[in-house]
């Protein structure tokens, strides 16, 4: 059964360093999603992503943050320089078509940001 | 910002019962609802949805009850297995984009 895969499982940056969490959507998605879920809170929404563009954001996503389909396969979210609050469990969603509801996620990427 | 309310953080049920877990939402706009399971360490899964305009999804053992007045939505489990166990949570989204607003999720414990 296809599933989305991300890399690295975990990862340790010091404060201040740039980060590149890497997400493999099920192959046929057209919709590419980030979420993040701090320790002890809710699942948030970061950013929506078709036909290779943004299609929405959250306030969370600000400047330090961007998201590229460089291949056509992988979908990576870059934090450019990381701050403590950033640590948390970094999720990435796709979805297959306009009409579908549901999100397939991956299994995250631990973020702690020391 | 509580668009997605899920007010009990854990519930307890025996093998064989129903479970009923429950989620309010403030937010009339949303085209539709999902309820995930997560395991420790994984990903949310996708278990059942349901549009705005509809008041019942059933899949095998899960069903989705909406009640739009109330604002209200549960998700049944029957009978529950301790493989169930796992913590729930339900979501709203958008047709336009598709962003989910997640609610903070309810642990179900489901004993032998």
């Known amino acids: 059964e296809p599933e989305v895969t991300q890399t690295p499982s975990h990862q340790v940056t010091q404060m201040g360093q740039e980060v590149i969490l890497r997400c493999v959507p099920i192959?046929?998605?057209?919709?590419f999603y980030w979420y993040r879920q701090i320790l002890g809170q809710k699942v948030e929404f970061l950013v929506s992503?078709?036909?290779?563009?943004?299609?929405?954001k959250s306030e969370i996503f600000d400047d330090q943050f961007s998201v590229e389909r460089p291949d056509g396969s992988n979908f990576t979210l870059k934090i450019r320089s990381t701050k403590l609050e950033d640590s948390a469990m970094y999720f990435c969603?796709?979805?297959?078509?306009?009409?579908?509801?549901?999100?397939?996620f991956g299994p995250g990427t631990r973020l702690t940001v020391t | 910002d509580q668009q997605v309310k899920q007010n009990s953080p854990s519930l307890s049920v025996q093998e064989g019962r129903i479970s009923i877990l429950n989620c309010d939402y403030t937010n009339s706009m949303f085209d539709y609802f999902l309820w995930y399971k997560k395991y420790p360490a994984e990903g949310p899964t996708f278990l059942i949805s349901i549009s705005s305009i509809k008041d019942k999804n059933e899949d095998g053992r899960f069903t989705v009850f909406l009640n739009k007045s109330a604002k209200h939505l549960s998700l049944h489990i029957v009978p529950s297995q301790p493989g169930d166990s796992a913590v729930y949570f339900c979501a709203g989204g958008y047709n336009q984009g598709g962003k989910l607003i997640f609610g903070q999720g309810t642990e179900l414990s489901v004993k032998p």
């Open positions: 192959s046929n998605h057209l919709y």
């Open positions: 969603a796709s979805r297959p078509f306009e009409e579908s509801y549901e999100q397939y």
């Open positions: 992503f078709y036909n290779n563009e943004i299609s929405e």
